[in-house]
């Protein structure tokens, strides 16, 4: 395996010494450079409906929350395709709530309309969903599947999305692999009862399922879930639990460089969240090669509010799209041209 092992893994997180992490994000900076050079990729985030039918404590968007919801028309869904083709994205992500009416045929004309309308890459992110209708999207064209794992500790995972199990979620993404998809997944950091062995388990879990993408960002208290407001019984001792920090969060993005040397890894909103002013820039010298911009239409942005004040919310994606340029040119790298898949399988 590449990367630390798990007891190297847990060192890095418990450490605090700001001249020895700077030797972690020089290693974790260097790697990303040579696997996968310095081109950040553009995936153009298109949320296509907020309706959900899972209680996950976490999510603002949950099912049974009073919240105004949405659902992309497809004259909607036709622009946003445009607008990803005119900004020069090579990527769309279509993401969503598990919403019932984004049916299996509906999703399978999406693909096609990104496909040939706009020439896009598309990475599907619409929860668990069954074998036919994975296989019936990858026939369609769909050439990724993003589905975050949230945590790889079992027990926590029930207490996070209730009547879920972690095993089928992991099902889920060996199927897609099985399919030919290219695979994503992810965690949270910070999670009330989330302990830093179990957060090395996470890392370790990445390598093991060999993914071609992985998200990370911390966990951010939405207070109108059950995990809004961090209950006590909870937590754990404070020498246990993780914090959702940036410095927290960046210290996975470099570890999973280390242990997935040719993942593509986001910078990701809920990192700009927690660091509006750099955000994005730690991530992205810290292992980190994607950014994910929003292409949801204005009106639906704040409605997808699986946490509160998400960064970039109030942006237009031309605004996104020139802020985004002039802050990865600062960092002395450079916007990805065309799909940016797998670099290189691992060996
Ligand atoms: N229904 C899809 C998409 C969910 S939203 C799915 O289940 O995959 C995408 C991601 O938002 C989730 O995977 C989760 O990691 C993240 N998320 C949800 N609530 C969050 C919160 N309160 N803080 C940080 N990230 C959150």
Redesign the pocket.
């Known amino acids: 395996m590449n990367g630390p092992d798990r007891s190297g893994i847990l060192a890095w997180l418990r450490e605090t010494d700001e001249s020895r992490l700077a030797e972690l994000w020089h290693e974790a900076d260097g790697v990303r450079r040579e696997r996968v050079g310095d081109e950040v990729h553009l995936r153009g985030l298109v949320e296509l409906s907020n309706f959900?039918r899972?209680q996950?404590r976490?999510?603002?968007?949950r099912a049974g929350r009073r919240l105004e919801r949405f659902r992309l028309s497809d004259d909607e869904l036709a622009e946003c395709m445009d607008l990803a083709k005119r900004l020069g994205y090579g990527t769309v992500v279509l993401?969503?709530?598990?919403d019932p009416e984004l049916t299996t045929e509906r999703v399978a004309g999406y693909v096609r309309l990104a496909k040939c309308r706009a020439g896009l890459a598309v990475t599907l992110?619409?929860?668990?969903r069954d074998d036919d209708e994975l296989a019936a999207w990858r026939a369609a064209g769909a050439d990724r599947y993003?589905?975050?794992h949230?945590t790889s500790d079992a027990e926590l995972y029930r207490r996070i999305r209730p009547g879920c199990e972690l095993a089928q979620r992991l099902q889920v993404l060996r199927r897609a692999r099985e399919l030919g998809y290219e695979v994503g997944s992810?965690?949270?950091v910070g999670i009330p009862g989330q302990s830093y062995e179990s957060l090395a388990d996470d890392i370790l879990l990445f390598a093991e399922l060999d993914l071609e993408m992985v998200?990370v960002?911390?966990?951010?208290?939405?207070p109108d879930?059950p995990?809004g407001c961090a209950a006590p019984e909870l937590m754990l001792p404070e020498c246990e639990q993780v914090p959702?920090t940036d410095e927290m969060t960046t210290k996975v993005i470099a570890l999973t460089r280390l242990v997935c040397p040719d993942a593509n890894i986001p910078a990701t909103t809920?990192l700009a969240t927690v660091n509006t002013e750099s955000g994005r820039e730690l991530g992205l010298t810290r292992g980190a090669n994607v950014w994910m911009p929003s292409l949801t239409p204005g009106r639906y942005r704040a409605l997808?509010e699986?946490?509160p004040n998400r960064a970039c919310v109030g942006d237009s994606a031309e605004s996104c799209q020139e802020c985004l340029q002039r802050r990865i040119a600062g960092l002395g790298r450079v916007p990805g041209r065309g799909p940016g898949g797998r670099a290189r399988r691992a060996q």
């Open positions: 959900c899972q996950c976490y999510c603002g968007i993401q969503a709530g598990e992110s619409l929860g668990e993003l589905l975050k949230e992810g965690v949270m998200g960002g911390p966990f951010i208290a939405h879930t995990l959702a809920a997808y699986i946490y």
